[in-house]
């Protein structure tokens, strides 16, 4: 339901700022989305979190796509050209960018899937996926709407008398404030690095292990309901449903450095304790822990997850994490030129998710949900990652473009053209982004705000630095 409010915000959205060129747009999002469902069936794919994650990544690429192009013909339509002229150098002048911020996104999500394990795996595989179908649908189906107007001999609208002169024509003198941005930044990071070292941060069972309970009861539960009441005596636990809807898999890192039998006998008393409410009643804890043995409620199963599993899961996300990173900087240094591209594109990743991690580090004792660093979280900070790079690109082909057009104009002037000329794509990109990633936290359920959070602030940061 979550993922519906937000969908159809972001259609309203679309209509709103681009008027019937908007519509066009939200035409070739859905039947994107389509797409990425029916190619993931097809796949026989397991839709997990970081799943839901790389389709969320996509809606941005998706909207984004169509929001530089209609950004580019606006553009071309204000200097004056027709209808024909203006889509097709609209249509060429953003593709340059387009594919820029595609292909980086794409390569970072290729090594993802070549490192990663698991849920990491599932994020690249849907990103993959949804780059190869936004393209196709931004590129092909919204210029097939737009081309079938003009042959009509119809006019073209990219933007509603409220929108049509909306961030055109800006001339902040963004670059003036830059020595402001070194120090917010430099506070920012500084802080994240001082609490980090000092709170660490709230790993979860993926990194520390811990010990994992099938059990059974008399009737169909509701996860996040049992959840909720096993954390508020065990700590935070993970639980899901695990095959039949009347059976869960409950895991908690709760005392995991400690063995023994007076351990274990502890564990299962506040777990007995925490579920009582959900049993049957003049339930003992004998039947509770013997549930096995009576096949029928209780504890089916239990088993400890070791920390060795989880350094496997870590190893591999910091080798996927620091390759991806590394063919980006060589692609992009291939792509403009120059290193200092390469190396802003990479620092502003850094920034970005180092003032995520601060922020979790800062905040996870005092925020009402719970904010554990598990695998899905390494999904959201990949999507930081990817949201972080194709803002970058975005603006940096923009301003590899004013280099080739303006030679006698100082880089001070040309960076703070294309900041300005890139204003209302980033900020129309971020806010449908936005809109989606608060619909879920909002209505989406306890389990995935956590994960939710950190896309937000990635998001808003990641617009910040670019």
Do not use: C
């Not at 081309?147 to 055109?168: A, C, F, P, Q, Y």
Request: net charge positive; proline share 1%; charged share 15%.
């Amino acid at each position: 339901y979550s993922f519906l409010i937000a969908l159809f915000i972001v259609l309203i959205w679309m209509i709103f700022y681009y008027g019937r060129s908007g519509l066009f747009a939200d035409i070739a999002l859905s039947l994107n989305i389509l797409l990425i469902f029916g190619i993931l069936a097809g796949l026989g794919a397991v839709l997990t979190l970081p799943g839901i994650a790389g389709i969320v990544l996509t809606i941005g690429i998706s909207v984004d796509a169509n929001v530089l192009i209609f950004e580019r013909v606006r553009e071309e339509l204000r200097r004056g050209k027709g209808d024909k002229k203006s889509v097709d150098d609209g249509f060429n002048n953003a593709l340059s960018s387009i594919l820029d911020a595609n292909i980086t996104t794409g390569l970072t999500a290729m090594i993802l899937f070549i490192f990663g394990t698991g849920p990491i795996k599932g994020f690249a595989t849907t990103l993959l996926i949804g780059i190869a179908t936004s393209l196709f649908t931004a590129i092909f189906v919204t210029r097939l709407f737009i081309e079938n107007r003009i042959s009509k001999k119809k006019r073209i609208d990219v933007s509603t008398k409220l929108t049509k002169n909306l961030l055109s024509n800006l001339s902040f003198q963004f670059l003036k404030g830059r020595k402001i941005a070194y120090l917010i930044s430099g506070i920012l990071i500084f802080t994240s690095l001082l609490s980090l070292s000092i709170n660490g941060l709230n790993q979860g069972v993926d990194f520390v292990g811990g010990r994992s309970y099938i059990v059974r009861f008399d009737k169909i539960v509701n996860p996040s309901e049992i959840e909720k009441s096993i954390s508020n005596i065990l700590g935070s636990a993970e639980v899901k449903t695990f095959g039949e809807s009347n059976q869960l898999k409950i895991t908690t890192k709760y005392k995991i450095d400690e063995e023994g039998n007076q351990i274990d006998n502890e564990i299962y008393q506040k777990l007995f304790s925490s579920l009582s409410n959900f049993l049957p009643e003049n339930f003992t804890i004998d039947e509770f822990i013997n549930g096995s043995e009576i096949k029928k409620v209780g504890i089916m199963s239990s088993i400890k997850v070791g920390p060795t599993i989880a350094d496997d899961i870590k190893k591999n996300s910091y080798l996927a994490v620091i390759g991806s990173l590394i063919i980006v900087f060589i692609y992009i240094l291939l792509r403009f030129r120059k290193w200092q591209f390469s190396a802003g594109a990479v620092v502003a990743v850094f920034h970005d998710v180092l003032i995520v991690l601060g922020i979790f580090s800062l905040s996870y004792n005092i925020m009402p949900f719970n904010m554990e660093i598990n695998q899905a979280f390494i999904a959201a900070i990949l999507t930081v990652i990817g949201y972080s790079l194709n803002d970058t690109v975005v603006v940096f082909d923009r301003i590899r473009e004013y280099i080739r057009n303006n030679q006698n104009e100082k880089l001070f002037q040309t960076v703070n053209l294309a900041l300005n000329s890139t204003l209302s794509r980033t900020l129309n990109t971020s806010l449908t982004t936005l809109l989606v990633l608060l619909a879920i936290f909002l209505f989406g359920g306890e389990s995935i705000r956590g994960f939710m959070f950190a896309l937000i602030v990635g998001v808003i940061i990641g617009t910040y630095s670019s």
